[in-house]
């Protein structure tokens, strides 16, 4: 399997990013209004935490007697849910392992995957709390990254 933190790296060096450029370079000042309105810049993040979530799963803890599918789990018990392979789920997303953000634009081949099958932050009431704080962070620091620096391969640059 493919490491997706090299995944972003390499889209971020060998893919054109005509789009992530274009939006980026559109707005002047960089704050949380202007970069709240970047869609392309949030594809790209959701599709980066996708691939590299904050945690591999989460775990919660039964308080009622619960039917999950065939198996009815009883008060008491934990349950793991693991969104490392929850988010590459191919019956959620289609070619999982690939660094897609078209995926999460409107229109996009992943658009109407089910609501928790991306929860790089946990889902529901007990969801991360810095969540938005986090987001909001990654997206100031790529879009100062994408209006600060140029990226290119080398030769030693390994694209698969």
């Keep these: 399997m493919k490491s997706s933190s090299k995944n972003f790296k390499i889209f971020l060096i060998t893919n054109p990013k005509k789009k992530l450029i274009a939006e980026v370079s559109r707005i002047t000042e960089i704050n949380h209004d202007s970069v709240n309105k970047l869609k392309y810049l949030d594809a790209v993040l959701k599709e980066s935490f996708r691939l590299s979530p904050p945690s591999i799963r989460v775990e919660r ?17 934990v349950v793991s849910i693991p969104i490392f ?16 953000p078209s995926r999460f634009l409107e229109g996009g081949a992943d658009e109407r995957h089910h609501a928790y099958a991306h929860i790089p932050f946990g889902g529901g009431p007990r969801m991360c709390i810095a969540q938005r704080f986090a987001l909001m962070e990654a997206k100031m620091a790529l879009a100062l990254v994408m209006k600060s620096y140029k990226f290119e391969p080398t030769p030693e640059t390994k694209v698969w």
């Excluded at 803890?61 to 018990?77: D, E, F, N, R, Y």
């Excluded at 392979?85 to 897609?100: G, I, K, V």
């Design 61 to 77: 803890q039964c308080v009622a007697p619960t039917q999950l599918g065939k198996i009815l789990v009883q008060p008491g018990t």
């Design 85 to 100: 392979a929850l988010q590459r789920d191919p019956n959620q997303y289609s070619n999982p392992e690939a660094f897609d």
